[in-house]
C-alpha cells in the first residue's frame, strides 16, 4: 500500500469497475469519485444495480478497480480492510449464540482483549437500547433488534470507518426511523465516518452530512448534495425543518429523471 494524505476518511478517485466473464462484461461504476471527510457520514442513492454496493466493496477491499482509486485512511485499498466495520442488510447472527457473543464474535476473530472486549460490548448494548436481551437467541429478537446486534458487532472494535449496505432495508418504516435516530446519535458519540448506501431518500437525508445520487447502470455521480441540518438529529424536527423537504424533492426528482432506462 502506498501512503497519500487525503485528508479523508475515504476518498474515491476516478473509479471504473468492470466485470468480465467469458461471456460478457458489465461496466458497474464509471469514473465515479466522492469523499467522506473524516467524522463525516456520507449516503449513496440510486436505482437498484447502479453500483452501490460494488462501490463499498472496492473501499473493503473486496472488489478491486478496474480504473481509479479507492484511499481509506490515506492509504490506497489494495486488499481487504481490517479497521473497517461492515453492517449488512441481513444481520447474519449465529443462530446459536446470544446476543452478547454474537457481539463477541467480532472479538474472537480478532484476538482482541476480553476484558476489553467485553467493556465495549456493554456500553454498546446500552447506547443501542439492548440492555436486557443480552442472553437473548437470535430467534427471540425482531427484526429491528437483530439489526442492532449487527451493529454493535460491527462496532466492537471501535474503527474509524463504518461501511452500511441497507443495513435498516428490510425493517418496517417505525422500526427503521427509530433505528436511524440511534445510528445519528452513535456516529456523534463515536466519531466514527460512515458510508452508507440505501435506498431510502428520507434516511440519507435524515442521516448524513453528504448524499451522493447516483445514476442508473453503469453508475455514475449525477450531483451532491451537503446537508445542512444540525449533527444531533431528530426524527421530528427534521422532518419538519423546510430544508429537510427541499432535499428529499430535489433528490427524488433527479432519481426520476435519471431512472427511466
Ligand atoms: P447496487 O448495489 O446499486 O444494486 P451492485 O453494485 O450490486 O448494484 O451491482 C452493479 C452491477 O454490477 C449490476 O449489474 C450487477 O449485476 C453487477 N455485478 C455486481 N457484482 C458482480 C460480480 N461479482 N460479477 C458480475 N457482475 C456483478
Known amino acids: 500500500m502506498s501512503a497519500v494524505t ?11 469497475v468492470r466485470f468480465r466473464s467469458a461471456k460478457s462484461s458489465t ?11 473524516e467524522g463525516g457520514f456520507t449516503s ?3 436505482p437498484s444495480g447502479c453500483g452501490k454496493s460494488t462501490l463499498l466493496k472496492v473501499v473493503a477491499g473486496l472488489v478491486k478497480a478496474s480504473e481509479g482509486t479507492a484511499t481509506l485512511l490515506g492509504q490506497v485499498v489494495t486488499k481487504p480492510q481490517q479497521n473497517v466495520g461492515f453492517a449488512f442488510q441481513r444481520s ?13 464474535l467480532q472479538a474472537e476473530m480478532r484476538g482482541m482483549d476480553r476484558t476489553v472486549a467485553g467493556e465495549r460490548a456493554d456500553e454498546l448494548i446500552e447506547l443501542t437500547g439492548l440492555t436486557g436481551f443480552e442472553n437473548a437467541m437470535p430467534h427471540e429478537l425482531s427484526g429491528g433488534m437483530q439489526q442492532r446486534v449487527a451493529l454493535c458487532r460491527a462496532l466492537l472494535h471501535r474503527p474509524p ?7 435498516f432495508g428490510a425493517l418496517d418504516a417505525l422500526t427503521r ?12 458519540e463515536t466519531g466514527t465516518s460512515v458510508l452508507l448506501v440505501t435506498h431510502s431518500i428520507a434516511e440519507a ?36 425543518d423546510p430544508k429537510f423537504g427541499e432535499y428529499t424533492r430535489d433528490i427524488r426528482q433527479l432519481l426520476g429523471a435519471h431512472d427511466s432506462h
Open 6 to 16: 487525503t485528508g479523508a476518511a475515504i476518498d474515491v478517485k476516478d473509479l471504473t
Open 27 to 37: 461496466l458497474a461504476l464509471d469514473n465515479v469519485s466522492m469523499r467522506v471527510p
Open 44 to 46: 449513496i442513492v440510486g
Open 92 to 104: 447474519a447472527l449465529l443462530q446459536w449464540r446470544d446476543v452478547r457473543k454474537n457481539i463477541l
Open 161 to 167: 470507518v463504518l461501511l452500511m449496505d441497507e443495513p
Open 177 to 188: 426511523e427509530v433505528l436511524n435516530a440511534q445510528l445519528n446519535r452513535i456516529w456523534r
Open 205 to 240: 437525508v435524515f442521516l448524513s452530512t453528504r448524499v451522493e445520487v447516483m445514476s442508473a447502470r453503469p453508475g455514475r455521480l449525477v450531483r451532491s448534495f451537503d446537508i445542512d441540518l444540525p449533527r444531533e438529529r431528530d426524527y421530528v424536527q427534521v422532518m419538519a
